[in-house]
């Protein structure tokens, strides 16, 4: 009897955090893997993934640029299989004001989070949408629907990938391809770390821990749901949101991201690693 042909997965910032717990759940799920990140880190996840049986290719390349993305495209074309699965989480964070900000790391932010996701889906999807058949996860967040105060660059682009995902996915009805948007909040990570953010609310608060994050947005992209909020508290602020005028929000956010408004008591994410951090 014959085997059932394995599918193939393509997961970027996978090296860590949300996008290795995606790409632990479809290892699972006996897809192979093509996973990316711009850190060496990635090969590590590679070896640990091949141990849950899957054919492992990781690919260390900067999808802030043009040329990372052409790296990985071409790794996934000389794999000469179908992507059945793309899941566009590589993304990158910034804390302080914005004028406060290095320009080219801001710059930085945009080129990953957008120019990087879009040039990616760009390619992959025109395929799924030829072959009639695939799925697309895109990682976005909450932040995307508040004006991110102390966070500008980043919420910004967020609201870009919210709203991309949900047009494209219309774009796509009835052509056998989804799109599902995961809006994570505040997740255990080093993301807060990388943007340095530990000594805001935001940053030394509780955070919900990266595996649940994945979970949720795997099983949404298997039903081919549109958008998933993961965690209750998010859902209230993602309702809130839809309500309260964009100066209350600003507000609101500056309370979480200002820097100085953490705990005196060092942040979790500084204290321990036994959660996976976010890429």
Partial sequence: MNAVPRQLAV??????????ELARLCAQQKFDLIIAADEPLIANAAR?????????????????????????ASVIAAAARPVDALFANAGRGLGKAFLDQDLDEALKVVHTNIDGTIRLIY?????MRWRGQGRILITGAIAGLMPGTF?????????????FAVALSNELKD??????????????TD????????????GSSDKAHASDVA??????MMKGELKVVAGFGNKLVAAVS???PDSALAEIHRGMAEPGTGNAEEPKSKRERTDRPRA
């Fill in 11 to 20: 997961i970027t910032g996978a090296s860590t955090g949300i996008g290795l």
């Fill in 48 to 72: 640990e993934l091949s141990l849950l049986g899957a054919n492992c290719t990781p690919v260390e390349c900067d999808l802030a640029s043009a040329e990372g993305v052409e790296k990985l």
């Fill in 123 to 127: 390619d992959v999807a025109n395929d």
């Fill in 151 to 163: 966070q500008a660059v980043y919420s910004g682009s967020q609201a870009f990938l919210d709203s």
């Fill in 175 to 188: 052509t056998g391809v989804t799109v599902t948007c995961l809006m994570p909040g505040a997740t255990e």
């Fill in 191 to 202: 993301f807060f770390e990388r943007a340095d953010m530990l000594d805001t609310k935001l």
């Fill in 215 to 220: 979970k949720a947005g795997f099983n949404a």
């Fill in 242 to 244: 839809h309500v309260a």
